[in-house]
């Protein structure tokens, strides 16, 4: 997934300027933790209904993006 800016946003009204799925609070830092903590997709869209699939995807294509050096621009 390239496109990861159509559902992560950086507002410094919300989390401390933080990347959050957009219209949510949830962090891309929290759907990473929970992932490394060994919770399924499945798991998360359980407890987060709110949430869909591509924006899971969207944290790992963002995460990719920052190991690769490269900078979100909004």
């Given at each position: ?8 946003e950086?507002?410094p009204e ?10 949510t609070r949830i ?9 490394s903590?060994?919770m399924?997709?499945k ?25 690769q ?6």
């Open positions: 997934m390239k496109d990861f800016k159509k559902y992560i950086i507002n919300k989390r401390f300027g933080k990347p959050v799925i957009k219209g962090s891309v830092y929290d759907i990473l933790l929970w992932l903590d060994g399924t997709k798991e998360i869209l359980h407890d987060f209904p709110e949430l869909k699939e591509e924006q899971i995807n969207a944290c790992l294509a963002f995460a990719a993006s920052k190991e050096g490269h900078r979100y621009a909004s």
